[in-house]
Structure formats: C-alpha cells, structure tokens
C-alpha cells in the first residue's frame, strides 16, 4: 500500500520560514520523480516545485529563489524549504510521486502565511 504523509505545514509570518516533508512508503523511492503542488481556496491545484529521480530540479516561476526542494533516499523523504513566505503562498501543499503513467499524493499540509 503507498502512502505519502505530509508534515511540517502551520502558521508563519510573512518573511518567515517553513519546512515540509514527505515520507514515503510502498514505492521504491529513488526510482520516483518527487513534487509538491500547492491549492489555495476557489483555485486550481499548481505545481510549486519537482524533483526528478536523478535529482533534477524545477520551480514554479512564483516561488524561485524562495523555495527549495531536496530528496534523500536513504530516508524515502522529498522536503520542501520555504525562505521568504508570503501571504499568497498560503494553501494546502500536496506531495506527489510518479513515474511513467502511475502517480500517488499525499493527504495535504495547510500552510498559512499571515501578513
């Protein structure tokens, strides 16, 4: 059975710092390609940032510079840092595995950014 069980979402303050992490299990981890995709309320879900299984990176254009994704294998673990929030990074952050044509998610992390 896979499961992917988000935490580390809360409160912080504009300016402030967050860290999510991942856990996965049921997978062979490495061998995922590793995501979080944020939803805020009345809008679509977006990607925030990918990590490939070689550990190729790629950011939405909203979050570069702020955010940083990270993976560690040996732990089945994909983190997301967040550095300078702001109030319009509030959402629920979601955690995605996939490869080829098969895709899991995580059950979501709320994460609010007070002004």
């Known amino acids: 059975q896979v499961q992917l069980v988000e935490s580390g979402g809360g409160l912080v303050q504009a300016g402030g710092s967050l860290r999510l992490s991942c856990l996965a299990s049921?997978?062979?981890?490495?061998?995922?390609?590793m995501g979080w995709y944020r939803q805020a309320p009345g809008k679509q879900r977006e990607l925030v940032a990918t990590?490939?299984?070689?550990?190729?990176?790629k950011y939405a254009d909203s979050v570069k510079g702020r955010f940083t994704i990270s993976r560690d294998n040996a732990k089945n673990t994909v983190s997301l840092q967040m550095n300078s929030a702001k109030p319009e990074d509030t959402a629920v952050y979601y955690c995605?595995?996939?490869?080829?044509?098969?895709?899991?998610w995580g059950q979501g992390t709320q994460v609010t950014v007070s002004s």
């Open positions: 995605r595995a996939s490869i080829l044509s098969h895709e899991f």
């Open positions: 049921g997978i062979i981890f490495r061998l995922y390609a």
């Open positions: 990590i490939t299984s070689d550990g190729s990176t």
